[in-house]
C-alpha cells in the first residue's frame, strides 16, 4: 500500500464527460524539464531499440496498437496532457478518455532503406519538427528495414517531464514483452496505477516525520546545496564557440557512440570492482583525463595560445549529472510498483574537480611529442582522484519564456568569448553525464511467445530479438553529455552535444580519448578488435 500521507490525483470533469479524469501541479524536477521543453522541445528524450521480429504480425499496426493502449493503462502519464495555465501554474491532466483505442495519433508507423536512413529519421526527431508537444508527451516510432528482412527500429520518443533512463528500460522492455505475448496483455488497477505517478519531492523517505521537521530537512538541505553551488566559479571545457546569445539558440543535437570488445569490458568493470568502485563514480575521472589529453594536444599543435593554455592548467572542472532517487524515497512507494514506474523520478548531482592532471604536460611547449598517459597521471594516484558524488541542481525558466515570446526575432551577431571571459561570469560545466549501467540486468536480449502454435519442442520460441540499444538527447544550447552503459556484454561510451557550439572533430577526439585513458587505467592496455 502507498502511504496515505502522499498526495492524491485531484478529480476533474473529463473532456467528453465519461468517466472521471484528474490533475496534479507538476512537481519540482518536472517542471523545469517542462520549461526545457518549451524551449524547442529541449531535453527531450529517445530510446532506440534495433530488434529482429519473427513473422510480420509481431510490429503489424494491430499488434502495435493494442500494445501501446495497453501500457498507456499501466502507465497514466503516457497519455496526459500539459495545461500551462501561468508561468507559475502548469498541472498534468490525465482523462482516460484519450487512451485512443482505435486510433493512435502517437503511433507513427515507416520504411527505411538503410541504417543511415534510420539514423536520419533520429536525428529528424530530435532537430526538427518534433511530433512531442503538450498534448502529446510520448509517442512511439517504428521503422521497418525494407534491405534487411526481420530488422526494424522502435523509437521511443518522450518528454523528460514524465520519463527518466529507468522508466524508459521498463517501457521498452515490457513494449517488447508484450508483442512478443500478446496474451499478457490483461486490465490494470488503474487508479492506482495513477497513485504511482506522482512527483519525486512528495515522497520523503521518512513518513513518520512531523511537518515542521520535514520543512526543517528540506531548508537545511537547500542551504548546504546553495553554499556548495556558491563556492564552485570558473571552469572550462572543451574548445568551443560561444557568445552571449548562445542560450538564447536551440541546440543541434549530435551524438556519437564507442563500445569496448567483451573481454575489455569485463577487465574494466573487474577492475573496478577491485578497487570497490563503480563505472559510474570513475567516469568523470575518465572524461577529466580525456579532455586534458585533448586540450595538451591542441595546444602542442598550436591551436590554442599559450595564454588559454596557462589558463586551463590550473581552472577547475564543474561537472553535472542525473542521479537515481527511486531507492531513496518512500520506500512503500518503491515496492509498490514505484522502482520502474515509468514516471520521472531524478536529482541531480554537481561537483567541481580540481584542474587536469597534466604531470609532465606542464611544462612542454608547441612541437613537443604528446606525453603518455602515465606521464600525466600514474596508475597508482588514478583511483585516489575517482571522486564522491553530492546531489542535485535546480533549473530556471526565464529562458524559455524569452524563446517563446522571441522565436520570431533573429539574434543580433555577437562576439564568440574566450575560455576567460566565460569563467569570468560564472561557472562553466565541464560537461554533464551519468551511466546508464548494466542494461543486460533489465532488458533481455530475446522476448518470447507463448503461444503453443509457435512452440519449439519444449521451449518457447523467441518472437523478439533484441540486438541494440542506444539513448538519445535533445540537448540544450552549449550542452556535453557523457554517459556510458552496458548491453550485450559490451561497454559502451555515448557522447551528446551542441552541434552549433562544439566541433565534431573535437569530440571524436575526446571519444577517441576516452576510450584509450579507460583502456590505459582499467584495463591494462588494448586488447582484442576495437569497434
Known amino acids: 500500500m ?190 492506482e496505477r495513477l497513485a504511482l505517478a506522482v512527483a519525486t519531492e512528495t515522497l520523503p523517505p521518512y513518513q513518520d516525520n512531523s511537518l515542521p521537521k520535514t520543512r526543517w530537512r528540506r531548508a537545511i538541505g537547500r542551504t548546504i546545496m546553495e553554499n556548495r553551488r556558491a563556492r564552485m566559479i570558473g571552469g572550462h571545457t572543451l574548445p568551443r564557440a560561444v557568445t552571449s546569445k548562445t542560450i538564447y539558440t536551440p541546440a543541434e543535437s549530435c551524438a556519437a557512440f564507442l563500445s569496448f570488445t567483451v573481454q575489455e569490458t569485463k577487465q574494466i568493470l573487474q577492475t573496478c570492482r577491485d578497487n570497490q568502485l563503480t563505472f559510474g563514480s570513475v567516469l568523470p575521472m575518465v572524461g577529466q583525463l580525456a579532455m586534458g589529453r585533448v586540450l595538451c594536444s591542441r595546444y602542442l599543435k598550436g591551436q590554442i595560445s599559450a595564454a588559454e ?126 551511466t546508464l549501467g548494466n542494461l543486460d540486468k533489465v532488458l533481455p536480449w530475446e522476448y518470447r511467445s507463448s503461444d503453443k502454435d509457435h512452440l519449439a519442442g519444449s521451449q518457447q520460441a523467441t518472437a523478439i530479438e533484441l540486438l541494440q540499444v542506444r539513448s538519445f538527447l535533445h540537448c540544450r544550447p552549449t550542452e556535453l553529455y557523457l554517459g556510458a552503459s552496458t548491453f550485450r556484454e559490451r561497454l559502451k561510451f555515448h557522447i551528446f552535444w551542441d552541434g552549433h557550439v562544439y566541433d565534431t572533430e573535437v569530440v571524436h577526439q575526446w571519444l577517441a580519448e576516452l576510450m584509450e585513458a579507460t583502456r590505459a587505467y582499467l584495463c591494462n592496455g588494448s586488447i582484442g578488435a576495437r569497434s
Open 309 to 434: 593554455w596557462e589558463f586551463r592548467k590550473t581552472e577547475p572542472m564543474v561537472n553535472a549529472g542525473p542521479l537515481n532517487l527511486r531507492p531513496r524515497v518512500d520506500s512503500d512507494w518503491y515496492q509498490s510498483g514505484g522502482a520502474g514506474n515509468v514516471s520521472l523520478s531524478i536529482g541531480f548531482y554537481f561537483y567541481q574537480l580540481p584542474a587536469a592532471p597534466l604531470g609532465s604536460a606542464a611544462g612542454k611547449l608547441p612541437g613537443d611529442s604528446m606525453p603518455t598517459h602515465f606521464d600525466m597521471l600514474p596508475k597508482s594516484h588514478f583511483f585516489h582522484r575517482c571522486p564522491y558524488l553530492p546531489p542535485r541542481l535546480i533549473r530556471l525558466k526565464g529562458v524559455s519564456i524569452h524563446w517563446r515570446n522571441n522565436q520570431d526575432e533573429e539574434l543580433e551577431e555577437a562576439e564568440l568569448l574566450t575560455p576567460q571571459e566565460e569563467a569570468s561570469a560564472s561557472f562553466v560545466f565541464n560537461h554533464g553525464g551519468a
Open 2 to 191: 502507498l502511504s496515505s500521507t502522499q498526495p492524491q490525483w485531484r478529480p476533474i470533469s473529463p473532456s467528453n464527460g465519461d468517466g472521471p479524469a484528474f490533475e496534479r501541479p507538476l512537481g519540482i524536477t518536472e517542471e523545469g524539464f517542462y520549461w526545457d521543453s518549451v524551449f524547442n522541445r529541449t531535453a527531450d528524450i529517445l530510446r532506440h531499440a534495433e530488434v529482429l521480429v519473427q513473422g510480420d504480425s509481431v510490429l503489424s499496426a494491430t499488434s502495435m496498437v493494442k500494445t501501446w493502449a495497453a501500457l498507456k493503462q499501466r502507465y497514466p502519464l503516457l497519455q496526459a496532457t500539459i495545461e500551462e495555465r501561468s508561468p507559475d501554474d502548469v498541472v498534468f491532466v490525465v482523462d482516460p478518455s484519450r487512451s485512443f483505442p482505435d486510433n493512435q495519433p502517437d503511433l507513427f508507423f515507416e520504411e527505411a532503406h538503410t541504417p543511415e536512413e534510420v539514423d536520419r529519421r533520429v536525428y529528424s526527431l530530435l532537430n526538427g519538427q518534433s511530433p512531442l508537444s503538450n498534448t502529446l508527451l510520448a509517442c512511439v516510432v517504428v521503422v521497418k528495414r525494407t534491405d534487411n528482412p526481420g530488422h526494424a527500429h522502435i523509437l521511443i520518443h518522450s518528454a523528460h517531464s514524465i520519463s527518466d533512463g529507468i522508466a524508459n528500460n521498463t517501457l521498452l522492455r515490457e513494449l517488447l514483452q508484450l508483442l512478443a505475448d500478446p496474451s499478457a496483455i490483461a486490465p490494470v488497477p488503474w487508479t
